[in-house]
């Protein structure tokens, strides 16, 4: 070979590493902290590093290798200059920062020569210099609240950014996510990576995926290769003998006669391998997000057996750590969330009514608007909601008020506390602040002589979870366009157990999926019946004793 065609091969090496980052990879032959790179076993990630779409989404199984394929992503961008304003790699805590950035950053720095030589900088955890431009680690976590509602984070609002990396997206503050993103705003290049084991339904990287591409790794069975016939594009979907082990999981897996497990055509039942698999658009018309869906089956490393073990005999009889950790699939039992089914079957046959004698106790939650939900208790531990409504006004809810003969309310003591109080001075009933204490414990705490009322959020969450689920406990009126907008809300809660960032200690949060308003108004209706006489039709109302205006705020 003459010097010139070695010039002009080295030249054109250099073009193509410089557009691909997996050719630079693999050319380069990374060392990373869990050994050398590999295209090997991890055939799947080629396409990854070599796609070049704005918006990204991976929903994945645990320890499938996505983090540093999308590490190695960035920094191949940063050195040739993709990210002339910087990216910022978001974890959903300071705490995560630190671990990745000591254990598996540094690593990939000290370790590979060809990043090395372009990065200064490598004592701070949470900036790198790489090549002329920032690379910076941030927690999505808020830092504060401004008038009691925004949240805020310095470190989310300075410098503008080229590019934004949110790794296990589902553990973090979602208004922190938005808060971020807002610094691509100067940006042209404008990319944007979201990486997370999925968790709730609908909600986070489930979300995402479900508005993307959805692509899915689709394995030919090249046992059956004269009968095999192409993926019919058109649909996304393989025809003949193509399986996409996650979505035909648990039959894609067959025992053999020595007991062990094999991943299998869904057509013959022969062994298929993840190594010959590519990747599919079930959704090829979406053009403007690219969805990444894998899981523990595709991986080389994790034995099939093991997995189907765990969904049939889950640990700690866990199922959705199972389904999320090791299927990649969004999963929740049902008694941490409720769903839309479990509000209409409280639905009775009465429509909502426009107004009723008392004594009722009414709910609010305070926002641009008020959403308002009044009723009564119909005997011990038995409650029947009659009104739910939206208004615009303080007023409105003072002429609810007399309207439903309300002895007791509860409403949100927060963003618009002067508001409350003032409008609490001027009922003739009871009208008591609410605020949510995590310290709480047990029986909400009753400040009579503040109207102010504290309860932990969790166990009102999970009492109001009871009252909806448990047969004969409430009764809402019959279905319409406003119970149906109240349904959505109430199931826009779901609980799961999450590490305390503080002190390490595991415990149950309600996570918000969306407008949630109504589940709220709801916590605080049931509140105040708590304070309230039981219902009892024909009674005299004219003789029940009018409680005084005369508390202090």
Not at 5 to 33: F, S
Not at 208 to 235: F, G, H, L, N, T
Not at 282 to 291: A, H, S, T, W, Y
């Amino acid at each position: 070979m003459s010097k010139a065609t070695k010039k002009d091969d080295d030249l054109l090496l250099e073009q193509l590493m410089a557009v691909d980052a997996w050719i630079w990879a693999d050319y380069n032959h990374l060392t990373l902290p869990s050994g050398p790179y590999l295209t090997e076993g991890h055939e799947y990630t080629i396409d990854i590093l070599q796609c070049d779409d704005k918006a990204q989404c991976a929903m994945k199984g645990a320890q499938m290798g996505f983090t540093l394929t999308y590490m190695l992503k960035v920094i191949h961008n940063l050195i040739y200059g993709k990210y002339s304003q910087g990216f910022m790699y978001l974890f959903p805590t300071i705490g995560t920062v630190r671990r990745f950035s000591q254990s598996r950053f540094t690593p990939l720095i000290t370790d590979n020569k060809c990043i090395n030589k372009y990065v200064a900088g490598t004592d701070n955890i949470e900036l790198k210099r790489v090549g002329s431009s920032n690379l910076y680690f941030t927690g999505a976590r808020s830092t504060a609240k401004i008038e009691g509602s925004k949240k805020s984070s310095a470190a989310l609002k300075s410098e503008p950014v080229d590019g934004l990396g949110y790794d296990e997206y589902d553990e973090m503050d979602m208004e922190m996510t938005l808060l971020a993103k807002a610094r691509l705003d100067h940006s042209l290049v404008k990319d944007e990576f979201y990486l997370s084991t999925p968790s709730i339904p609908g909600f986070g990287i489930d979300k995402k995926y479900q508005k993307s591409d959805q692509r899915v790794r689709m394995i030919p069975c090249k046992a059956s290769s004269r009968s095999y016939k192409p993926v019919e594009q058109s649909s996304g979907l393989g025809v003949g003998h193509e399986t996409c082990l996650e979505l035909e999981f648990p039959d894609c897996l067959k025992y053999r006669s020595d007991g062990t497990v094999y991943r299998a055509c869904k057509v013959c039942g022969a062994e298929i391998f993840p190594k010959d698999g590519k990747w599919v658009a079930r959704k090829p018309d979406v053009k403007d997000l690219v969805g990444w869906w894998i899981s523990q089956l595709n991986s080389v490393y994790v034995d099939p057996g093991s997995i189907l073990e765990s969904y049939h005999d889950p640990p700690n009889g866990n199922l959705t750590e199972v389904m999320n950790s090791k299927l990649g699939m969004a999963h929740i039992a049902s008694e941490n969330k409720l769903e839309r089914n479990d509000i209409y079957s409280c639905c009775g046959r009465d429509p909502i009514s426009v107004k009723h004698v008392g004594p009722c106790s009414m709910g609010v939650d305070v926002g641009n608007i008020l959403h308002v939900t009044i009723g009564y208790k119909a005997g011990k531990d038995r409650y029947v909601i009659i009104k739910i409504v939206k208004v615009d006004n303080f007023n409105d809810l003072h002429d609810l008020g007399k309207l439903f003969g309300v002895k007791m309310c509860v409403i949100d003591s927060e963003p618009e506390a002067h508001k409350v109080r003032e409008f609490g001075s001027g009922e003739s009933y009871p009208v008591f602040g609410c605020k949510y204490n995590e310290n709480q414990r047990g029986a909400a705490s009753w400040d009579e002589r503040g109207r102010m009322v504290q309860v932990n959020r969790t166990e009102i969450l999970d009492a109001t979870h009871d009252l909806m689920t448990i047969e004969g406990r409430c009764v809402i009126p019959r279905r319409c366009k406003e119970v149906e907008d109240y349904a959505i809300e109430m199931c826009n809660t779901a609980k799961t157990l999450e590490e305390d960032p503080n002190t390490g200690a595991s415990k149950y949060y309600y996570r918000v999926l969306g407008p949630d308003h109504y589940r709220h108004s709801t916590n605080y209706f049931y509140l105040a019946c708590q304070k309230t006489r039981i219902f009892r039709p024909g009674e005299k109302q004219a003789g029940l004793k009018q409680e005084p205006n005369n508390w202090v705020w």
